[in-house]
C-alpha cells in the first residue's frame, strides 16, 4: 500500500484560502477531519500591492510542516477571465473566446465561468513559494456571495476589493446573465500621482508655518523649563519621556497619513468603479449577446471595509438603489477549496 494512504487517516485535512488586495494579505484556514470542520484560523498580514508577504509563506509553511495535507486556494487575477450565459463551446467563439486556451466550469442553470491558461499560470507564478492548488474565479465567489439574495427581478452584484472589481447581472434561476472583472488599481494610480503631488505642495506649505509657530512658541516657553543643572540626576528621565513623546507623535503622524492616503484612494475608487459600472451596464442593455432586463439595484459586497458613505456615491452616479454587505473573502475562498478538494477527491487526483 502507498506510504501516504497508509499515513493519510492520522492527519488533518488543510484549506488555507488567500486573499491578496491592495497592500493587505487575508487568510483563513479551515481544518477538516473525516468530513468535519474542526477549526478555523484567521490571519492578516500587511503587503506591498499584489505581493504575497513572506510573514504568510512562513504561517502556512508552518502549518504545512504539522499538517502534510495542506492546500492552498487562492483567487485568478487575470485581466482576461470571465463568464458567459451559456454551457456550450460554440458560445464560447461567440464572445471571443478559445475554448483551447482556457480553463472553464459550467454551472446549472446554463453558465460558465473562465479563466485564461495564462491567467492560471500567473496565479501560480506569484504562490510560487507555497504552491496554489485550487485557483478559483471571482465570478464562483461572487455568486456564491449573491445566491441567497436572488429574486425574480434583476440585480447587478458588485464583489469591490481595492485591487479589483468583480460584477454579475443575475435573478432567481436564470444563472449568471452578465458579468464582467476590472482593474482599479492602475486607474487609481494614475490619477492619484498628480493629485497627491498638488497635497503635498500644500502641506510644505503649511508646516513651514507650522514649524515658524512652533518655534516661536518653544522660545516663549523655555524661561517655564527647570533648571538641568540643578536636576542633573533627572537628565536620563527627562530624555526618555522626550523620546516617547516624539515617538508618539511621529506614530500618529503615520497612521493620520495612512488614513487620508486611504481616504483618497478609495475616493478615487468609487469614481473609477462608477464609470465602470455605468459601461457595464450600457454594455448590457445595448450588446445582442445578452438577454438583457432592467435593473433596479445595485448589491455592494465590502470585503475590506470601505466606508459605507463613500460606496453610497455609486448610487448618486448611477440613480440605482444600492445596498451595501459585508463578506469574508478568505472564507469563502477556504470552502470553495474544499469542494474543490473534494471533487478531486472522488476522481482519486488528490
Known amino acids: 500500500m502507498n ?18 488586495d491592495h497592500k493587505l494579505c487575508s487568510i483563513a484556514v479551515n481544518f477538516y477531519r473525516r468530513g468535519q470542520l474542526l477549526e478555523t484560523q484567521i490571519k492578516e498580514f500587511k503587503t506591498n500591492p499584489g505581493e504575497l508577504p513572506i510573514q504568510a509563506v512562513r504561517y502556512i509553511k508552518k502549518i504545512r510542516a ?8 487562492t483567487l485568478s487575477y487575470s485581466i482576461t477571465q470571465g463568464v458567459i450565459n451559456s454551457d456550450k463551446e460554440e458560445d464560447f467563439q461567440k464572445h471571443g473566446v478559445n475554448c483551447n486556451e482556457i480553463v472553464y466550469k459550467r454551472f446549472d442553470n446554463n453558465w460558465s465561468v473562465y479563466v485564461p491558461n495564462e491567467g492560471v499560470a500567473e496565479t501560480k507564478k ?11 474565479s471571482p465570478f464562483m465567489i461572487l455568486y456564491r456571495l449573491a445566491k441567497d439574495t436572488f429574486q425574480d427581478s434583476c440585480k447587478l452584484y458588485v464583489l469591490f476589493q481595492r485591487s479589483n472589481m468583480t460584477l454579475i447581472v443575475t435573478k432567481q434561476d436564470a444563472g449568471v446573465l452578465f458579468g464582467g472583472y476590472y482593474v482599479l488599481e492602475s486607474e487609481i494610480d494614475l490619477g492619484l500621482s498628480v493629485v ?3 497635497l503635498s505642495e500644500d502641506e510644505d506649505d503649511i508646516r513651514k508655518t507650522d514649524i515658524e509657530s512652533d518655534l516661536q512658541n518653544e522660545l516663549s516657553s523655555i524661561e517655564n523649563v527647570v533648571d538641568l543643572e540643578s536636576e542633573s540626576s533627572n537628565d536620563d528621565e527627562l530624555i526618555k519621556v522626550l523620546k516617547n513623546d516624539e515617538g508618539d507623535e511621529g506614530s500618529h503622524e503615520d497612521d493620520e497619513e495612512s488614513s487620508k492616503g486611504d481616504d483618497l484612494d478609495d475616493f478615487s475608487r468609487i469614481n473609477t468603479a462608477a464609470k465602470f459600472i455605468q459601461s457595464a451596464l450600457n454594455e448590457f442593455y445595448s450588446n445582442e449577446l445578452y438577454n438583457s432586463e432592467f435593473i433596479n439595484q445595485i448589491v455592494i459586497f465590502n470585503p475590506h471595509d470601505i466606508a459605507q458613505e463613500t460606496l453610497q456615491q455609486i448610487q448618486q452616479i448611477t440613480m440605482l438603489e444600492v445596498q451595501i454587505l459585508s463578506c469574508d473573502i478568505s472564507k469563502e475562498l477556504a ?8 471533487f478531486f477527491e472522488s476522481k482519486g487526483q488528490v
Open 126 to 136: 506569484r504562490f510560487l513559494k507555497l504552491g496554489a492548488d485550487f485557483v478559483i
Open 335 to 342: 470552502n470553495l477549496g474544499y469542494e474543490s478538494y473534494k
Open 196 to 198: 497627491k503631488h498638488s
Open 66 to 73: 504539522k499538517n502534510p495535507f495542506t492546500y492552498v486556494s
Open 3 to 20: 506510504l501516504m494512504k497508509m499515513i493519510r487517516p492520522f492527519f488533518a485535512t488543510v484549506i488555507a484560502g488567500i486573499e491578496v
